[in-house]
Each structure stands twice: as C-alpha cells, then as structure tokens.
C-alpha cells in the first residue's frame, strides 16, 4: 500500500542563473521614471497578409477573413534575403519558410525546407502562431499542432543555417480571450532580446488560469543559445508586466490562485548584458 499521507506538495521553485551573478529582489513598487524603450539594433519582425499559396501568392493590404492569411516577414540583413513564414495550404497544414525577392514587388522565389524535428511526421498539423526577431538574424517562432492533441511549442529559427531548435512546449494564457499571447518580448539593449513564456498551465475555474513557470530567456551576441536568466515560480506571481531601468530588469506579477497577492521584483541583468 502506498502511503501518500504526510507528503508535502512540491511547490514551483524560482531559480535565476547562476551566470546573472545576483538574486531577485523583493521592491515597493516599479521606478515612476522608468526610460524610454530602447531602439534595438536589428530590424523587427513584421506581419502581412496574401491572398492565393506561394510562389504565385499576392500581397494584400490588410487581412480579409476568409480569403487572406497572415505571414511573418523576416527582413533581409546581413546578406540574408528577406524570408516569409506561413502556414502551408492543403489539408495537412505545415510550416513553410520563403525566400524573397529583393525587389519592390518582394515575390515568393525560393522554399526552404523546414525540419521541426523527428516527432513532425506524425503530426495531423502546424502552423506559425508567431514570430519575432532576436539578434544574430534568428528569430522566436511558436508553432501550433496536433499530435492528436493541440499542443503549442517554441521554437529558435537561425536564418543563415535554416535551422529550428526546439525550446520548450508553451501554454498561452486562454482566460483572456482571442488573440492568445504565446510569448512576449522586450529588448534589454540594442543587441539583446528578452523573451518571457509560460508553461504548465494550471486551469483554476472557468477561464481562469495561471501557470506553474515564467521562464525569461536573454538573447544576444553574448548569448546566441538563449540565456534563461530566470525561472519564476507561481509562489513569486506570473508576470503581467516588465520593464527595463538601465541594466536592471523590473516584474509585476501576481498570484491568482486563492487570494490575489500582488508582488514587484528586479533582478540586475549588469553582468550577463
């Protein structure tokens, strides 16, 4: 018989990486004189929208429900071409990766093969959620498929080696109503990118959710891998805003699971910036 009776429950550690070189810190409130966002060094990711499959796809101005899809433009830089991300037509949808042209009518001229990793042939379907640009011309792209169930991954696409490494399985936050937010960024320099994203979603009643983990990932010419500077437990709160003050990263998060507790943190970042 197993005893099951006198067992604490695990709960959710927070651990900061040991490269940060400092702890989180408890604070009053976040700095009322908090600068300005920094303009960061590298292009950012855009969205658009087409109406037909490439190659012979054509660019439309806005989205019209039911006869365009969205793409994720990644702009040319450093002898790279510009590149589309989008979801395959057909039954089985699929990851598509297109190369343009550098012209003014950017047309779909090259498709990349895309290896998401061994388990994507047993995949019903995927399809970009969204993608943003990291520095080192890379790129944080979520995927949505179905392996039966829907699940939801992230994934690091370098553009010079046309790779995709696989990160973590993510839980958007689905209490708050369409668009779900898969991740979020937030540049901590000109050259460095943060990405926060959540995990193991914890369902507490109808559309109220809160997760186990933050994880905030740094990229930079530092930290081209991804730096997880810090792992947030639920007992610390899950983030519902950040910011930066210099080199030093700020938290408001809150801990929705009997009574709210608000909390406001920072951690320095001097060390691995």
């Known amino acids: 018989m197993f005893g099951f009776f006198g067992k604490k429950a695990v709960q959710p550690a927070t651990l900061v990486a040991a490269q940060v070189g400092a702890t989180l810190q408890r604070q009053d409130a976040v700095p009322a004189d908090l600068p300005p966002a920094v303009v960061p ?12 499959d490439p190659p012979a796809a054509r660019w439309v101005p806005e989205e019209i429900l039911g006869e365009t899809q969205h793409v994720f433009l990644i702009p040319a830089a450093a002898g ?19 190369e343009l042209s550098n012209d003014t009518t950017a ?8 290896l998401l990793g061994p388990e994507q042939a047993s995949w019903f379907r995927a399809f970009p959620v969204a993608v943003s640009c990291l520095p080192g011309r890379q790129a944080a792209v979520a995927v949505g498929y179905n392996d039966p169930r829907p699940r939801e991954a992230l994934f690091i696409y ?6 995709f490494r ?6 958007p936050d689905y209490s708050t109503g369409p668009p779900f937010v898969s991740f979020e960024t937030l540049i901590a320099a000109p050259e ?22 933050d994880h905030v990932l740094l990229f930079s010419p530092r930290h081209p891998q991804g730096l997880e500077v810090l792992k947030l437990g639920i007992d610390d709160g899950n983030v519902g ?10 938290l408001k998060t809150a ?14 970042l001097a060390k691995v910036l």
């Open 80 to 98: 790279q071409p510009a590149l589309a991300v989008l979801a395959g037509a057909g039954e089985k949808l699929s990851v598509q990766v297109w």
């Open 241 to 250: 805003a950040w910011a930066m003050q210099g080199k030093t990263l700020w």
């Open 41 to 52: 060094s590298f292009p950012p990711c855009q969205l658009a929208h087409i109406r037909g």
């Open 166 to 171: 696989r990160m973590d399985l993510i839980a």
């Open 255 to 268: 801990d929705r699971r009997k009574k709210p507790q608000d909390f406001t943190w920072s951690l320095d």
């Open 192 to 213: 460095a990118m943060l990405v926060i994203y959540h995990t193991d979603l914890m369902r507490l009643g109808a559309s109220n959710y809160v997760y186990q983990y």
């Open 158 to 163: 370098d553009t010079a080696s046309n790779q």
């Open 107 to 114: 047309r779909f001229v090259k498709q990349r093969p895309v």
